[in-house]
DNA sequence: TATATATATTACATATATGTACTATCTAGG
DNA sequence: CCTAGATAGTACATATATGTAATATATATA
């Protein structure tokens, strides 16, 4: 049974109660919200024998997925979603670990650019089949027509968020 | 444009350099990512006026959607999907802002009640429009069928998670 | 050139979340 | 009873995230 249910009985006691409240974009925000944590700490728990953590892999993986292994750190922010005050103290860490360098930009000074060295190319490949492993069992028994048609509603809802 | 398009790209890079990476699953979780984050942020926003945040938010409205405005502390971190020790801490914040209250439990004593105060249900009730404005624009156009089949593939997708 | 404005990055204070270990209580089996 | 093992809650140390302000550089325009 699935650990939704409590969530779900209290919003249909909420809408008895405040009738205008709506029910069923409040069920999907909570579902994001148990989705994200599960998924969240899945990882975290997965990655923790390579010495990194959930944000940390989003970051070398966003400068895996690009030619050069490079991205500036305002690049970097967007593309794994973290506020920028947040990309200084993880590229810390990882600096410290030497997985990724910082280096100066040339053509814009007030630029660093933040690129993965040889040993942390190496880390991403050596947990690659773990995270595959982990991501197939997360995907389960859902249907290719459902992942599908799941990617394409959580992209529209998505874009209802940012359209704001 | 969606801010997602950056990071589907990078993630097509990470297939073509290790082709056993799946691609969708970890396009869902990216995606999730990117929602959960938005939707948590837009809700602190909306909150801070009346003085609490997200998960506070989440805590007084599982109370509100119980019968009797009462919960354990277990069963309240398990509605609102927070780890145990997190409840501590929280519900420490709300008794202070005199939100709810602790009572001991006379059944089992090594139980807490965390119960709703008045003062509890009338903010609750003061915060309800403005949640419920920021919900329905967060579910935008979407149509009634895709927001149910939403729902629907996201429940599959928890329960897949959770099957481990 | 000089000045105003915008952008990129970071430092630091603060806020938020988690893991671990501890206390108190309960339950079951001798 | 009594003890062993399970469960509920919390305290505290640590980890993680964010907001704000400061610094340096770039760009535009007079």
Redesign the interface.
Known sequence: M???L??E??????CQ??P???R??????R?????????HD?ANAMLRPYGINHPEYNLL??L????GYALHAT?LA??A?EKSANITRLTNELCDKGLIAREASDEDRRKVTLVLTAEGVALI?SF??D??AL????????Q?R??????R????????????
């Open positions: 699935s650990s939704f409590p969530t009985q209290r919003l249909a006691i909420t109660r405040h205008a409240f709506p069923d974009p409040a069920v999907l925000v579902l994001i919200k148990h989705i994200y944590k599960r998924v899945d993986m966003m895996y997925g690009t030619e690049e967007d593309a979603g490949e690659l089949p995270v595959c991501l197939e069992r997360q995907a389960g028994d859902m290719p459902e992942t599908a048609q799941l990617e509603l959580l992209k529209k809802f998505l874009a209802q968020l940012e359209r704001e």
